[in-house]
């Protein structure tokens, strides 16, 4: 039994596994969660879905909520004392509004901690979530131009 299937039992849901798809258990974790954090991973969650209605909702790495567009958009992590929405490139984003506040020394992810009482400036991250797709959406533009067979 994987943890996700276990995580289902303690919610209510379903058992078994594959009973699930990814936004059933992002739904349980969100439940189960039961404070704050719940409301403010909901809250993300909408503001995702919002930014790119094409977004699609994986469940990774044994219990990670996960937003993917042509690749990770970003996770959506909840500990004790925060929500941390891990952006897969991040460091290859601009961000204007200074929404990354950890992971900011890496090479490649940057993150966003939630702390309780935090107030998320939502039309900022929508943006910085709209500009993840069009960075994933440009490396798959690339990666496929660069496979085609040159024309002699």
Known sequence: ?????????????KEGEGADTPSQLIDARINELRDWRGEMLARVRTLIKQADPEVIEEWKWRGVPVWEHAGIICTGETYKNVVKMTFAKGASLEDPSGLFNSSLEGNTRRAIDIHEGDKIDEEALKALI???????????????????????
Do not use: D, E, W, Y
């Open 1 to 13: 039994m994987t943890k996700a299937t276990t995580a289902m039992k303690t919610s209510g849901s």
């Open 130 to 152: 709209r500009a993840a797709v069009a960075l994933n959406m440009s490396g798959r533009a690339t990666t496929t131009r660069s496979q085609k067979p040159k024309s002699a």
